[in-house]
């Protein structure tokens, strides 16, 4: 069991798997019940499978604000932003949060995308002075989700209020500091604590006894695709052109040149893009990643990440996916798997009250 693990050892009865390129634990021995807390109550679960890279030098401002599709350049110290990093095709390579620590800068992303993030980003580092470092063994990381998020933090002594999106401060955990960070959906209560991998362990601990309720990635899964979340690798892939991914607060229109801008901007100055993304509720079984979906007798997209959400009338299966505008402009129903499916908006908003 690897250091990670180790500090929660205690709470551990269920199943390891891999998620976004790490070894994590999949499930504590329920799943339904998992997910109920971070529908109902607060759910806490390792971030190892997130990584952090730090930017340092004079020109790491202007140099990444002209290679992610957001805007880095007015950041305020202690906040972020979401965005992606693009070929000079405009395909996605990858997606990311980019933060202003003062005198760095923090990328974090998951574990699966380190290593093309970090080739990118060297590639094309040529005259400028940026510096990558490897900030993995600085900081380690603990999420904490649900609408009792608030109030477990608070008996920790932590204030979350005026917090916004992707903003951090710094608190005090016996007598060390620790960073809380507001996660990025404005819709949902969830936050990120990163702290030195010695404090792991006690932060954990601390957390479950202020009342959080141990949470596998089986069921973030299930919540992600409920709040209509796309994962890269998943939902987001390098064919992928950004309009498509309807992931509006990762583009900025007004912050000049990055790589792969010109077929962004040609995108929007000559209308929407054919595919979008979108969620549908399926009346039948799982269909795999991957599936077709028909609509008036054509292939009209595909599926990409699918699940069943517990609701009081049973199971309802919901699958998150691309298909073309045309097909669903008159009606939404169409066929996955040879189910009846209807494509609708997301979030699933029904789905999410708990």
């Not at 679960?45 to 805007?71: F, P, S």
Request: hydrophobic letters at 40%; glycine letters at 12%; a negative charge.
């Amino acid at each position: 069991m690897t250091t990670t693990l180790q500090a929660i050892s205690a709470d551990f009865s269920g199943h390891m798997g891999e998620y976004a390129g790490a070894q994590t634990p999949a499930d504590f021995g329920d799943v339904r019940t998992e997910y109920a807390a971070l529908r109902k109550g607060c759910g806490v679960y390792l971030l190892n499978w997130r990584t952090k890279i730090g930017l340092r030098g004079q020109d790491r401002v202007r140099w990444l604000n002209g290679m992610i599709t957001n805007n880095v350049r007015d950041l305020a110290i202690g906040h972020g932003a979401y965005s992606f990093l693009l070929n000079p095709q405009g395909r996605i390579l990858g997606d990311l949060n980019a933060y202003n620590d003062g005198e760095s800068l923090i990328v974090d992303t998951d574990l699966s995308q380190r290593e093309k993030v970090v080739s990118t980003f060297d590639h094309f580092i040529i005259m400028d002075d940026v510096e990558i470092v490897d900030l993995q063994d600085v900081y380690s990381a603990i999420g904490v989700s649900g609408p009792r998020s608030r109030e477990v933090l608070q008996k920790l002594g932590w204030n979350t209020d005026g917090l916004a999106t992707l903003q951090f401060v710094t608190v005090d955990f016996q007598g060390a500091p620790v960073r809380l960070v507001r996660g990025g959906d404005p819709l949902h209560e969830g936050y990120e604590i990163w702290s030195s991998p010695e404090m792991e362990g006690p932060l954990w601990h601390a957390l479950t006894a202020a009342g959080a309720n141990p949470v596998g990635s089986a069921a973030l899964e299930m919540d992600r695709i409920a709040r209509g979340i796309p994962r890269y690798g998943q939902d987001l892939r390098e064919r992928d052109l950004p309009q498509e991914t309807e992931q509006q607060r990762a583009l900025n229109f007004n912050k000049g040149c990055y790589v792969g801008q010109e077929i962004v901007e040609r995108i929007r100055s000559r209308g929407n893009v054919h595919r979008t993304f979108t969620g549908f509720r399926i009346n039948g079984p799982l269909p795999a990643p991957g599936t077709k979906i028909e609509a008036a007798g054509k292939e009209a997209g595909e599926v990409t990440s699918v699940t069943a959400l517990p609701t009081g009338e049973g199971e309802q299966v919901v699958a998150l996916g691309y298909i073309r505008r045309e097909a669903i402009a008159t009606r939404r129903d169409v066929l996955i798997a040879g189910s009846p499916a209807t494509a609708c908006d997301l979030p699933f908003s029904d789905l999410l009250v708990g």
